[in-house]
T-cell receptor
Framework: AQSVTQLGSHVSVSEGALVLLRCNYS??????LFWYVQYPNQGLQLLLK??????LVKGINGFEAEFKKSETSFHLTKPSAHMSDAAEYFC????????????FGTGTRLKVLA | DGGITQSPKYLFRKEGQNVTLSCEQN?????MYWYRQDPGQGLRLIYY???????QKGDIAEGYSVSREKKESFPLTVTSAQKNPTAFYLC???????????????FGPGTRLTVL
């Protein structure tokens, strides 16, 4: 069975500091992995996705994530946090094309301190 | 502009009443989904539909019902059998065609349902 674990339900960083949001997955088949961002009372917006092409994936708003099979991880990073990055972030795994279901992590709320 | 619309944004319901949440997409996507979001629990799948006139239960289907009569529409009814319906409901769609996409799900803005 597949699963996703996001370590840290709340993360605080100072403006300009590195953002690191952790995601570990469990999958018996090569996974597709996703990071989404959600601002208060809004839907989810895709940040980036891993689809077995490059292991380092660049997304929108300066975010990137690296797929590490040996560590079953897909951590999200951004070199310099901005106040507008404050939101909730969700990691998700899909079994691949033709499969319609995602498994979502429980989310990490990012707070950016001035 | 292509996208997913959900209405209403806020919905209040009295206990014992059924209520229907609307979800419409003009992305020409085959698959549609309903999720429930509660604080600290992430998103949980209620129902999904891969094609018109077909749908399957997700992980928490009890107390909910859906229909898929048109490709563009996937309404969700929260019935009085749902014990704790107060939550944020999100609709999504995707087009799982090999070579065209990689199962990316696109989300609507959500409906916040409150039971009084």
């Amino acid at each position: 069975a597949q699963s996703v674990t996001q370590l840290g339900s709340h993360v605080s960083v100072s403006e300009g500091a590195l953002v690191l949001l952790r995601c570990n997955y469990s999958s018996s088949v090569p996974p597709y992995l996703f990071w989404y961002v959600q601002y208060p009372n809004q839907g989810l917006q895709l940040l980036l996705k891993y689809t077995s092409a490059a292991t380092l994936v660049k997304g929108i708003n300066g975010f990137e994530a690296e797929f590490k099979k040996s560590e079953t991880s897909f951590h999200l990073t951004k070199p310099s946090a901005h106040m507008s990055d404050a939101a909730e972030y969700f990691c998700a795994v899909s079994r691949g094309s033709g499969t319609y279901k995602y498994i979502f992590g429980t989310g990490t709320r990012l707070k950016v301190l001035a | 502009d292509g996208g997913i619309t959900q209405s209403p944004k806020y919905l209040f319901r009295k206990e014992g009443q059924n209520v229907t949440l609307s979800c419409e997409q003009n992305l020409n996507h085959d698959a549609m989904y309903w999720y429930r979001q509660d604080p600290g629990q992430g998103l949980r799948l209620i129902y999904y539909s891969q094609i018109v006139n077909d749908f399957q239960k997700g992980d928490i289907a009890e107390g909910y019902s859906v229909s898929r009569e048109k490709k563009e529409s996937f309404p969700l009814t929260v019935t009085s059998a749902q014990k704790n319906p107060t939550a944020f409901y999100l609709c999504a769609s995707s087009t799982p065609n090999p070579g065209v996409s990689t199962d990316t799900q696109y989300f609507g803005p959500g409906t916040r349902l409150t039971v009084l």
